[in-house]
């Protein structure tokens, strides 16, 4: 079993900024992408941004050159750094991970969603 644990949620006036850490523990054989996702209510779940090892980040359109998605893989720990905040980035924030747990099963993995509120 892989737990995801966020932190770094809050209430920010818009223009401001925030940083999200998500960090994975467990069973961890290798982990593959981590990505953050966002929920607002009524709306859909949206991808905001995906890492995977090496590879060059991808970002929503609605977050490119504001938002940077980074990570440790010594710690197991996806950031997601979310500068200049508009009040359309109030969502929860979730963390997830396709993880390996073994050389041949990777499963994906969810947090449990941070709260980011930005005011007008």
């Keep these: 079993q892989v737990q995801l644990v966020e932190s770094g949620g809050g209430f920010v006036q818009a223009g401001g900024s925030l940083r999200l850490s998500c960090a994975a523990s467990g069973s961890i054989f290798r982990i593959n992408a981590m990505s953050w996702y966002r929920q607002a209510p009524g709306k859909q779940r949206e991808l905001v941004a995906t890492i995977i ?3 060059s980040p991808n970002y929503a359109e609605s977050v490119k050159g504001r938002f940077t998605i980074s990570r440790d893989n010594a710690k197991n720990t996806v950031y997601l750094q979310m500068n200049r905040l508009k009040p359309d980035d109030t ?4 963390c997830n991970a396709n ?3 073994d050389w041949r099963l990777s499963y994906s993995y969810w947090g449990q969603g941070t709260q980011v509120t930005v005011s007008s």
């Excluded at 969502?91 to 979730?94: E, G, R």
Aim: hydrophobic share 50%; glycine share 0%; aromatic share 10%.
């Design 91 to 94: 969502a929860v924030y979730l």
């Design 99 to 101: 993880v390996n747990t």
């Design 53 to 55: 090892n090496s590879m």
